[in-house]
Nanobody, 127 residues
């Protein structure tokens, strides 16, 4: 079992930045992939970015590449999402997810491959 707790969401003006954090506990993450997804009101949950815990290999949704950066701190078992140049359309609840690498790596952008989810942290970008 993996427990995930997100933090760092809030209200920011367009063009601003936020850094989200996700603290993981419960088991070693060495064979896991961790990711960020988001869900805007009335829309499906969509992939943002993910990272393979051991190697640091990253995967991004095309629309976020260049503005968002995913990273992790192995010692703190914490995942981060640095979001820059935020736009009103980035407004959503952001979720942290984790899944076994053998399951996730064939298609790291598919949310159904992630077994564990946090409760989400809301991000609102005002125009």
């Amino acid at each position: 079992q993996v427990q995930l707790v997100e933090s760092g969401g809030g209200l920011v003006q367009a063009g601003g930045s936020l850094r989200l954090s996700c603290a993981a506990s419960g088991r070693t993450l060495s064979d896991y992939v961790m990711g960020w997804f988001r869900q805007a009101p009335g829309k499906e949950r969509e992939f943002v970015a993910s990272i393979r815990w051991t190697t640091g290999n990253t995967y991004y949704a095309d629309s976020m590449k260049g503005r968002f950066t995913i990273s992790r701190d192995n010692a703190k078992n914490t995942l981060y999402l640095q979001m820059n140049s935020l736009k009103p359309e980035d407004t959503a609840v952001y979720y942290c997810a984790a899944g076994n690498g053998l399951v996730v790596l064939p298609a790291p952008r598919e949310r159904v491959r992630y077994a564990y989810w946090g409760q989400g942290t809301p991000v609102t970008v005002s125009s």
